[in-house]
């Protein structure tokens, strides 16, 4: 049974950072795909970026620069650190398995920044 859980949200002010993580179990975590989403409240869910099994990484124009997403196949983890974030990054950030479609999904993490 493949479980994600995340950990590391709160409450930030603009301009501040979080490091996000994602602990996995349940699957060979070092060959797969891992992605982090986020959903705004009345908005769909949007990639926020993808990392391959070799390490290697994708982002959306939306945090293009400020993030940087990270994985330890020795600890079944999946980070994303957040640097200068912004009022519109508030969202529930969700992490996921796969590359173009998404199999396994964790029950998400809530960062709100405050202006």
């Known amino acids: 049974q493949v479980q994600l859980v995340e950990s590391g949200g709160g409450l930030v002010q603009a301009g501040g950072s979080l490091r996000l993580s994602c602990a996995a179990s349940?699957?060979?975590?070092?060959?797969?795909?891992m992605a982090w989403f986020r959903q705004a409240p009345g908005k769909e869910r949007e990639l926020v970026a993808r990392?391959?099994?070799?390490?290697?990484?994708y982002y959306a124009d939306s945090g293009k620069g400020r993030f940087t997403i990270s994985r330890d196949n020795a600890k079944n983890t999946l980070y994303l650190q957040m640097n200068s974030l912004k009022p519109e990054d508030t969202a529930v950030y969700i992490c996921?398995?796969?590359?173009?479609?998404?199999?396994?999904w964790g029950q998400g993490t809530q960062v709100t920044v405050s202006s």
């Open positions: 990392i391959s099994s070799g390490g290697s990484t």
């Open positions: 349940g699957l060979t975590f070092g060959g797969v795909y």
């Open positions: 996921a398995v796969g590359s173009r479609t998404y199999d396994y």
